[in-house]
């Protein structure tokens, strides 16, 4: 059970950072996986390289956040694995700027990507998740969707409207056999933080609130959506996990 042998999933924005490592992981632990990104050149690199190397992965150029793409990916599992075991919804952006300077496209742009798309997603794919008899989908947020971490009123927004989104979600399907779960990281070294993190002063600030006093890195994310993926995690529903290096519990 500490394996994904036999499991089929999906993991949305798959092409790096945390998307990128879990997907690596799930080939390692032999699931057969689908994933997902905009950028169809990096989707065609990544699958190339991972099909050379003997893994049953297929690469999909599709935004979450559109409808027809959404219908395209649901077609993809129906007519291929006529159901799905594990969803990550991954794919997150953030504009990084005080709420009074959000241009009304832009915020709209951030709860699409980070809040709508994971609920769109997972209602299109209910049937096929309630098809596998016991699917889990691992929802991934952040630090942001519990504490002010200076990211930006929306982005917050969308994070803590995916924490209750999980939670409802994990109360309607539990008898569906749909296990809902979320992961929320702190600063975790990815394209998305890379040139934030690169201010001295701001990457100061983050250790010294941080008690394991350094970032994470994308495969310690990763791991804990393997884990709650696998039936190893089958009482765990509704839950979220922080992986923040303790900055959560200390005051000082
Ligand atoms: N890194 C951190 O410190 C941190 C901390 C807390 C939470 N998180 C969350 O963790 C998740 C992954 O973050 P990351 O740091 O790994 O980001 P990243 O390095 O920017 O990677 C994001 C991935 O998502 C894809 N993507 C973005 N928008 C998409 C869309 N609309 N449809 C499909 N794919 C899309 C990107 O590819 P394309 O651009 O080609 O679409 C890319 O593959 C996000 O939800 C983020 O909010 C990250």
């Known amino acids: 059970m500490w394996k994904l042998n ?22 390692d632990l032999g699931a057969e996986v ?9 989707v065609k690199y990544v699958e190339t390289d991972l099909r050379k190397k003997g893994h049953k992965v297929k690469g999909m150029s599709a935004d979450s956040a559109r409808s027809e793409d959404v219908k395209k990916i649901a077609f993809w599992i ?11 919804n991954n794919a997150g952006i953030n504009i990084r700027k005080q709420a009074k300077d959000y241009s009304e496209e832009e ?4 709860l699409e990507i980070n809040l709508i798309a994971p609920f ?3 209602r299109a794919l209910y049937p096929l998740l309630k098809e596998s008899g016991k699917a ?13 971490v200076g990211t930006g009123t929306p982005y917050a927004m969308s994070k803590s409207g995916l924490l209750q989104q999980s939670r ?8 569906d056999g749909i296990r809902v779960n979320s992961v929320s990281p702190w600063f975790t070294i990815t394209p998305l ?60």
Not at 78 to 88: A, G, T, Y
Not at 168 to 175: G, I, T
């Open 107 to 110: 915020f709209r742009k951030v």
């Open 120 to 122: 769109e997603l997972s």
């Open 136 to 148: 889990s989908i691992v929802n991934v947020a952040s630090s942001a969707a519990m504490q002010d």
């Open 6 to 27: 036999n499991k089929k999933a999906l993991i949305t924005g798959g092409t790096k950072g945390i998307g990128k490592a879990t997907l690596l992981d799930f080939l």
């Open 168 to 175: 409802s979600l994990a109360v309607e399907w539990a008898a």
């Open 78 to 88: 129906k007519e291929n694995w006529n159901s799905l075991d594990i969803l990550v």
């Open 193 to 252: 933080t890379e040139s934030y993190l690169h201010n001295d002063e701001r990457m100061n600030a983050i250790l010294s609130n941080t008690p394991l006093k350094r970032v994470a890195e994308a495969e310690e994310i990763s791991a804990i959506i393997s884990f709650l993926a696998m039936d190893k995690s089958s009482f765990i529903t509704g839950q979220n996990i922080v992986a923040d290096g303790g900055m959560s519990i200390s005051a000082l």
């Open 34 to 42: 689908l994933f997902t990104a905009r950028n169809q050149d990096e």
